[in-house]
């Protein structure tokens, strides 16, 4: 079975600091992991993934995020927070072990970035 | 541009009339499939296509169903919608995902209101 979990609902950062959005997640096989932003009344959009490779993989508007196997975790960060980053944030993954298996979301984590 | 494109972006219908929402794509990708999102909830897979073969999750209701007439279309029927069928629903398509590490691309969604 695979899972992710976003253990925060919401993250609060002032505009021009650093953000970061947890994820862990649990698989059997070897990770693929993602990460989507959804803005209001809008599809989910890719940020970035991680498949194999180096660690730190850096995507779309500025977003990077860190793969680390020993814990288990992919956490999303950005190094200055936009009030134009505030959006819905979902962190997903596939276990690159069986083919079939379809892609896990976690239950999100809302970014607020104030003025 | 290449993209994900939904209609209607807004569906209204009455308890128990049936509806379609229907999704086209110009990626020319595999896959596609559809989620239904609730309340800024974890997108739920109700279907995926991979080319023509169907398949559904084991715990989507039978009164939802899924027709994909050509490689850019796919439909998603609501039979007799109940309240709680209200949601968004994302359609997105995939170029392959046997190979694990294709992102999926979303369309805008259409919101679902059930009177």
């Known amino acids: 079975a695979q899972s992710v979990a976003q253990p925060e609902d919401q993250v609060n950062v002032a505009e021009g600091n650093p953000l970061t959005v947890k994820c862990t997640y649990s698989?059997?096989?070897?990770?693929?992991l993602f990460w989507y932003v959804q803005y209001p009344n809008r599809g989910l959009q890719f940020l970035l993934k991680y498949i194999t490779g180096d660690n730190l993989v850096k995507g779309s508007y500025g977003f990077e995020a860190e793969f680390n196997k020993s814990q288990t975790s992919f956490h999303l960060k950005k190094p200055s927070a936009l009030v134009s980053d505030s959006a819905l944030y979902f962190c997903a993954v596939r276990d690159g072990g069986n083919a079939g298996n379809m892609l896990t979301f976690g239950g999100g984590t809302r970014l607020m970035v104030k003025p | 541009d290449a993209m994900v494109i939904q209609n209607p972006r807004y569906q209204v219908t009455q308890f128990g009339k049936p509806v379609t929402l229907s999704c086209s794509q110009t990626l020319n990708h595999n896959v596609m499939y559809w989620y239904q999102q609730k309340s800024s909830q974890a997108p739920k897979l109700l279907f995926h296509y991979y080319d023509k073969d169907f398949n559904n999750e084991a715990d989507t209701p039978d009164n939802f169903q899924s027709r994909r007439p050509n490689t850019s279309f796919c439909f998603l029927d609501i039979r007799s919608p109940g309240l709680g069928d209200a949601a968004m629903y994302l359609c997105?398509?995939?170029?392959?995902?046997?190979?694990?590490?294709?992102?999926?691309?979303f369309g805008p969604g259409t919101r679902l209101t059930v009177l």
């Open positions: 997105a398509t995939s170029r392959d995902f046997f190979r694990g590490g294709n992102e999926q691309f």
């Open positions: 698989v059997s096989g070897n990770p693929y």
